[in-house]
């Protein structure tokens, strides 16, 4: 069972939460022990004026927590509302993030086609190991506005984030109706899924080379997702001049290849 020290840290997280200032805090907390008080009271433990008290109690009202209660004729007591209440404000508030959080992801693409780096420095992230590699992945499919490239060893990759993963960021992105142009180290994995390239929103082409590699590399949006499957590694790289060096060399290629 919750200590009384562990119970007070949870409300005031959970107050701080709802955006409540420290007094507001402080007497919410102060007539929970209470209970209907006069404000008279209530400034006796606070130890701050009458008017003030008025004050705080008003930014507790606008919370949807406080409300006061005749009891006399020519006074009145205060009181909180239920905890409950305070339970229900969270969730709301959790709902409304995730809402905002949902459209907030469904525009990203669209405010990374409108994002200019201009002189801004190039951002550089190294993820490594599967989770982190499969989550940068995922973040691909989320993020491509228009149209996305693939180039390179096709099977190494899809062996590494395995076949119900690509199945699963391949869907996603037939979902949002970006097609992808692959140019591709020629394999069985590479051969197999060519079968599929109407359904899956895909274009392929072999890349023609003698030295074959196990690396590959996706480009997003104003971004560069290289990937290295053997250690594992796979490096970020948002700068809109190297991806678009990289699109021009990847047009090239594609044109020659068949």
Known sequence: MPSQVETNESLYKSLNELGLTDHEQRLYALSLQLGPVSIAVLAEHLQIPRSNVYKVIAGLAKHGLAQFSGRQRYSKTFMVESPTV??????????????????????????????????????????????QFVAAFRQVAEEAKGSMCFFGAFGEFIKFITPGVAVERIDRRVERGIPVRALMLPDDTAREVTLKNKEQLR????????????????????????????????????????????????????DVSA
């Open 203 to 254: 274009e392929t082409r072999y890349l023609k080379t003698k030295n074959p590699f196990i690396t590959s590399f996706h480009l997003s949006a104003n971004k560069v997702f290289l990937w290295q499957t053997k250690t594992p590694v796979a490096l970020i790289i948002e700068d809109e001049y190297l991806v678009r060096m990289l699109q021009s060399m990847f047009d090239i290629l594609w």
């Open 86 to 131: 305070v339970g229900e404000q969270l969730r709301k508030k959790r709902e409304a993030v995730a809402a905002v959080d949902q459209a907030f992801a469904s525009d990203l693409p669209n405010l990374l086609a409108l994002y200019k780096q201009g002189e801004l420095p190039t951002k550089i992230k190294i993820v490594q190991g599967h989770k």
